[in-house]
């Protein structure tokens, strides 16, 4: 596996873009993800956008994140919030999201961010456990879906 920082409106990341978001709407049955994300918000330094590529040079997996400071939305001065975490259904279980956060997470660091995070739902188990297995904590919600029952919020430091 090859892992590669790419910009967020690069066609691979597209098509993985579409992809996560079908999934959403398997799962919610709301047409995906609402939240406002422009490409820019993925540019270093205040932020990144990360695809696996298996041998073939297909694209795998993905993730980012971007540069978030205390708004009307709940966040806090110095997060970093954890976009678009998927990988393939062929290759799922191959531990290919456990690394791919931790280089969000060893990226954001050196940036400067003070803690990682992210919003998921309770439609989701598999990602919540990935989470709370890599030490992330329910924090209290914030974003585009604070308001909704299915929400669920959690940050993990990233500063000693």
């Known amino acids: 596996m090859n892992i590669r920082r790419v910009p967020f409106d690069h066609p691979d990341a597209v098509k993985l873009n579409d992809q996560v978001q079908a999934e959403y709407h398997v799962r919610y049955g ?11 918000h993925f540019e270093p330094p205040n932020g990144v956008y990360l695809i696996a590529y298996d041998e073939d040079d297909s694209p795998i997996a993905t993730g980012g994140w971007r540069a978030k400071d205390a708004n009307g939305e709940g966040n806090l001065d110095g997060d970093a919030e954890l976009k678009r975490m998927y990988v393939v259904e062929r290759a799922r279980g191959l531990g290919l999201a456990r690394r791919i956060l931790a280089a969000l997470e060893e990226d ?17 188990p598999e990602a919540i456990a990935l989470y709370t297995s890599s030490g992330y904590e329910p924090c209290e919600k914030f974003g585009y879906y604070r308001f909704h029952e299915d929400s669920r919020c959690f940050a993990k430091p990233l500063q000693p």
């Not at 709301?30 to 820019?40: L, Q, R, S």
């Not at 954001?108 to 989701?124: D, F, I, P, Y």
Request: glycine share 14%.
């Open 30 to 40: 709301d047409g995906g993800d609402a939240t406002v994300m422009d490409p820019t």
């Open 108 to 124: 954001a660091r050196a940036a400067g961010r003070r803690r990682m995070v992210l919003e998921t739902g309770t439609k989701q």
